[in-house]
Structures are given as C-alpha cells and as structure tokens.
C-alpha cells in the first residue's frame, strides 16, 4: 500500500514537471520566434474588420440571429411532436429509440437558444465597441439592436416554457411549474430512479468537464493577456467561474452528507 502512494506521489511530480517543462520550453520557443507579434497584428485587424462589419450591419445581424433561433427551436419542437405521437403506440425497444431521438431534439433546440442569446450579447457589445472608435454611427441603431436581442431573449424563455410543456405532455407524471423558481426541485422529483440516476451522470460528467475547461481558460486568458494585452477582466471573470464551481460543488456535497446523517 505504501508502495503504492510513493508511486502515485512520483507520478504526480513526473507529469507536473513534464508539462510544466513543456509550457516553458513552448513558451520560450514562440517568444523567440517573434511569432506573437505576427499574431498580434493579425488579431489586431481581424478586430477592426469584424467591428467594421457589425457596426455596418448590425440590424441585419440581430435580425438573422433571431431568425436562426426561431427556426431552430421551432424546428425543434416540430420534430418532437412528430415523434411523441409515435411513442403512443411503440414497443419497449422501438419506445427506448424514439426517446432517444425525442431528447435529442430536444437539446438541440435548447443549445440553439443559448448560442443565439449569447450571439446577440456579443453583437451588441461588438456594436457599441464601434460605436464608441466611430460616434459618426446612429445611437438607434443599437437601440434597434437591443430591442432585437431582447425580443430574442423573450422568446427563448417562451420556447423552453413549450420544451417543459411538452415534455409534460408527453409523460404527465412530470410536474413543475417552469416559471417557478422550484421547478428544478419539483422536476427532479417526478422524474423515476433511472432518470435521476441519468440526471444524477450527466451532472458529474458536466462537472469533470468544466474542472478541466475552466482551468485551461484561465491559463488561456492569462497568457493572452501576458502577450497580447487583451485585459484582467477575462482572467477575474473565468477565475471566478471556477472557484464558483469548485465551491458549489464541495458546499452541495457537505449539505447532502449533512441531511443523510440527520435522516439516519
């Protein structure tokens, strides 16, 4: 056993040192290089372009941004109902294939609506980035804008209230008021043993996800900021996130062995 420990503490500081070794040694090569500065200058006229081009087309933008969640999600739920009314009638093995498709359709319709919102924020922001190098454009514009994103905004709340619904529909035992802020709570507990024990995966596989995402991005952040002076927000911004997941995580942890002692 002690064997083992010595073994494991060894592996840890060999891959420690292997890529800290390699950060630095990859480090040193591209500041050498002289590449970051190609790099920079590069960025630097991507930026002006793609401010240029939001700042001349920025109605049309948010208007295909909206566009494009509207079909998606509306595609979504179309493709959804279609199968719900082949579930009525399907056997266990056929029932099982075609709740795979329903859930898939599903999270596409609901990772559209995310990508079109977060799409519309940053179009707004891009805007009003050009707007303050260039006032010669129209302050409606981006009010025309905002009202645009929140439109958009709007119904992706409206479109994930006709997700639940549906769901509901298609299994009644389902409850939870979506416009609550309980429904989660009154959601997982309709769902059956198997659906919490999916529930239950999918959330711990999220959470390896991000410990591994949220680290890589702030070191991401911190170098692109060491290099190209993009700015301490994103590194504070993303720190937070993962000391906010981290802290989440333990908190919840401690709060459910707490209530299991209690119960028992």
């Given amino acids: 056993m002690e064997k083992n420990k010595k073994h494991t503490y060894l592996h840890y500081a060999l891959l420690f040192l292997l890529f800290t070794g390699g950060g630095a040694a990859a480090g040193a090569a591209f500041s050498a290089s002289g590449i970051e500065i190609y790099i920079s200058g590069s ?3 991507a930026g002006d372009v793609i401010l240029k081009g939001v700042g001349e087309n920025m109605i049309l933008l948010m208007v295909l941004d909206v566009a494009m969640a509207v079909i998606l999600g509306e595609l979504s739920l179309s493709r959804m109902k279609k199968l719900s009314v082949l579930l009525e009638g399907a056997e266990d093995e056929e029932a099982d294939r075609l709740e795979y498709k329903i859930e898939k359709a599903g999270s596409v319709g609901i990772i559209g609506s995310q990508i079109a919102i977060v799409a519309g924020i940053i179009l ?38 006709r997700y639940v619904k549906l769901i509901q529909k ?55 900021h060491l290099f190209y002076n993009t700015g301490l927000l994103a590194i504070f911004v993303v720190g937070f996130l993962w000391i ?21």
């Fill in 124 to 161: 707004v922001a891009l805007w009003y980035s050009d707007f303050s190098r260039n006032p010669g454009n129209k302050e409606s514009i981006v009010l025309a804008g905002a009202v645009l994103l929140i439109a958009g905004c709007f119904y992706q709340g409206f479109w994930q209230v």
């Fill in 244 to 264: 906010a997941m981290v802290s989440a995580y333990c908190y919840f942890c401690t709060v459910s062995r707490k209530r299991k002692l209690n119960r028992d």
């Fill in 43 to 45: 960025m630097a006229a």
């Fill in 170 to 224: 298609m299994e009644p035992a389902k409850k939870g008021d979506p416009t609550s802020m309980k429904f989660q709570k009154q959601w997982l507990e309709s769902c059956d043993e198997a659906e919490k024990m999916l529930i239950y995966q999918s959330s711990y596989r999220t959470y390896c996800f991000m410990s591994v995402l949220l680290p890589f991005l702030t070191v991401v952040t911190m170098l692109g």
